[in-house]
């Protein structure tokens, strides 16, 4: 997994109008789970574009007045309207622990069925995963080389390594669409 740094202070006092005059500041809200205790803290805003507006996933390194926690990025929420980041929520890695995260799907190859005129079609765009950190890429690579008009990529079909991978089997990834000036023949 690609690495990014953010760097946060503790938060004093925790409720809903301090959360707002954090946000009213520029800062987001935050929280780190999965240690002994939830540490809650805040973070300047314009720390999050370069995670948050990727496809890719990151480790985090956070750094919360000079004490150190590898984390994920397990939820962020934005306002419904203004789409501004109004808190996040980390999961703290250990090395042994498994984790739960969404992988970005990667497509390879030229598949016959868009030669022939179809449309590849990309289902899922991520797939939720099970495993240590260690172990998590930063891609599943999925080879649509042999796909033909009308066919799909299942879940089920895609190979991993040492990762679980939580979607259901039946689930399609990418498929290729028939056009419909093709249907009549």
């Known amino acids: 997994m690609k690495k990014i740094e953010i760097v946060?202070?503790?938060?004093?006092?925790?409720?809903?109008?301090?959360?707002?005059?954090?946000?009213?500041?520029?800062?987001?809200?935050?929280?780190?789970?999965?240690?002994?205790?939830?540490?809650?803290?805040?973070?300047?805003?314009?720390?999050?574009?370069?995670?948050?507006?990727?496809?890719?996933?990151?480790?985090?390194?956070?750094?919360?007045?000079?004490?150190?926690?590898?984390?994920?990025?397990?939820?962020?929420?934005?306002?419904?309207?203004?789409?501004?980041?109004?808190?996040?929520?980390?999961?703290?890695?250990?090395?042994?622990?498994?984790?739960?995260i969404a992988v970005p799907v990667r497509l390879l190859g030229t598949a016959p069925g868009v030669q022939k005129g179809g449309k590849l079609v990309t289902r899922v765009r991520k797939l939720r995963v099970k495993g240590t950190v260690e172990n998590i890429p930063d891609f599943i690579d999925i080879d649509v080389s042999n796909l033909d008009l009308g066919k799909s990529v299942r879940v089920g079909q895609i190979q991993v390594k040492n990762i679980e991978l939580l979607e259901a089997a039946s689930n399609p990834v990418a498929s290729i669409e028939i056009p419909r000036a093709l249907r009549g023949k």
């Open 8 to 100: 946060g202070y503790q938060r004093a006092n925790l409720g809903r109008t301090e959360s707002q005059a954090i946000r009213a500041e520029g800062n987001v809200p935050c929280v780190l789970y999965g240690g002994q205790e939830q540490v809650h803290f805040y973070a300047p805003a314009i720390l999050f574009r370069d995670l948050l507006y990727t496809p890719n996933i990151f480790e985090v390194a956070l750094n919360i007045e000079g004490a150190e926690y590898r984390a994920v990025l397990q939820e962020a929420q934005f306002h419904p309207v203004s789409d501004v980041l109004l808190h996040a929520d980390f999961l703290l890695i250990t090395d042994k622990k498994p984790i739960k």
